[in-house]
């Protein structure tokens, strides 16, 4: 499986942004999959995950509200729309995937993709 991150860019604080990463191979309906941040000179930290099957979704305290996580089976991709952007939204968000729900919210995952910049200006 390989994921590959896209969406990232430049954009003005309260703007909205949605990034896509597109997985390559089949999905089973048990995956889980996730996206996390890594800002300048901060750890990575986990944003949202979302079961592929039932499209369950999961957010990390601190990102709920401006954050939406879903998936299209149909075209095997992840999508991760955010609003209200300010500049401390400034991180690469990477893309992840396992089968166990526990292993992607710990930053686990067995599969990674390469990330995408987004930088926010005020």
């Known amino acids: 499986v390989q994921l590959q991150a896209s969406g990232g860019g430049f954009v003005q604080a309260l703007g909205s942004l949605r990034l896509s990463c597109a997985a390559s191979?089949?999905?089973?309906?048990?995956?889980?999959m996730g996206w996390f941040r890594q800002a300048p000179d901060k750890e990575r930290e986990y944003v949202a995950a979302?079961?592929?099957?039932?499209?369950?979704?999961y957010y990390a305290d601190s990102m709920k509200g401006r954050f939406i996580i879903s998936r299209d089976t149909a075209k095997n991709t992840l999508y991760l729309q955010i609003h209200s952007l300010t500049p401390e939204d400034t991180a690469i968000h990477y893309c992840?995937?396992?089968?166990?729900?526990?292993?992607?919210?710990?930053?686990?995952?067995?599969?990674w993709g390469q990330g995408t910049q987004v930088t926010v200006s005020s």
């Open positions: 191979g089949r999905i089973f309906s048990s995956a889980v």
């Open positions: 992840a995937k396992d089968s166990n729900w526990a292993k992607v919210v710990a930053g686990e995952a067995h599969y």
């Open positions: 979302i079961r592929w099957g039932t499209g369950r979704t």
